[in-house]
């Protein structure tokens, strides 16, 4: 069955320091990854996703994720956070032949402090 | 503007008194979904739609109804609500067949079941 994990519930880090937000998959097949940013009162935006190619992804707002198979993570990541980056992220996941089944993470609270 | 718009954003109301929630894109998607957030549980799909005419179960679906007569509306409808249902909803939409994973969201709607 597919999954996501997600384990931590808050990350927190100083403004201009960088970010890590982990997250690790379980998927048949060829993983489909993604990560979605959820701002206050606001629905989830895309902010970038791995289909196939290069393990690192650049992605909106300066993030990126890096793809490694063989410890099935795709943790996401920002080299100098900012205070405007704090948010919910959700890290999602599907596999090659499931087409119409997306399956998210529980989310990581990001809390960037200046 | 391309957008996913969801009516209303918030309500309020008793068990077993009918209610729908409005979605509407202007992307000519035809992929539609509907998703609960649940604190520590992110996102689970509760229906969603490939086409006018054609939709199907996610994980969630107990509870729920779903239509898609047009292509750009796809309403979520409680026929009795009850206060396990109390959430918040999302609606999305993205174009399907291109490979194109990108899944635009609506802003929510809270709802709350006394």
């Known amino acids: 069955a597919q999954s996501v994990a997600q384990p931590e519930d808050q990350v927190n880090v100083a403004e201009g320091n960088p970010l890590t937000v982990k997250c690790t998959y379980s998927?048949?097949?060829?993983?489909?990854l993604f990560w979605y940013v959820q701002y206050p009162n606001r629905g989830l935006q895309f902010l970038l996703k791995?289909?196939?190619?290069?393990?690192l992804v650049k992605g909106s707002y300066g993030f990126e994720a890096e793809f490694n198979k063989s410890q099935t993570s795709f943790h996401l990541k920002k080299p100098s956070a900012l205070v405007s980056d704090s948010a919910l992220y959700f890290c999602?996941?599907?596999?090659?032949?499931?087409?119409?089944?997306?399956?998210f993470g529980a989310g990581t609270r990001l809390a960037v402090h200046p | 503007e391309a957008q996913v718009t969801q009516n209303p954003r918030y309500l309020i109301t008793v068990t077993g008194k009918k209610l729908t929630v409005t979605c509407s894109q202007n992307?000519?998607?035809?992929?539609m979904s509907w998703y609960r957030q649940d604190p520590g549980l992110g996102l689970r799909q509760i229906y969603y739609s490939m086409n006018v005419e054609v939709t199907d179960k996610g994980d969630v679906p107990e509870g729920y109804k779903v239509s898609r007569k047009e292509k750009r509306n796809f309403p979520l409808i409680l026929e009795s609500p009850s206060p396990n249902q109390t959430s918040l909803y999302f609606c999305?939409?993205?174009?399907?067949?291109?490979?194109?994973?990108?899944?635009?969201f609506g802003s929510g709607t809270q709802l709350s079941v006394l």
């Open positions: 999602a996941v599907r596999g090659s032949g499931g087409y119409n089944k997306l399956i």
């Open positions: 791995y289909i196939t190619g290069d393990n």
């Open positions: 999305a939409s993205k174009k399907a067949g291109t490979g194109d994973e990108k899944l635009f």
């Open positions: 992307m000519n998607h035809e992929y």
């Open positions: 998927v048949s097949g060829n993983p489909y």
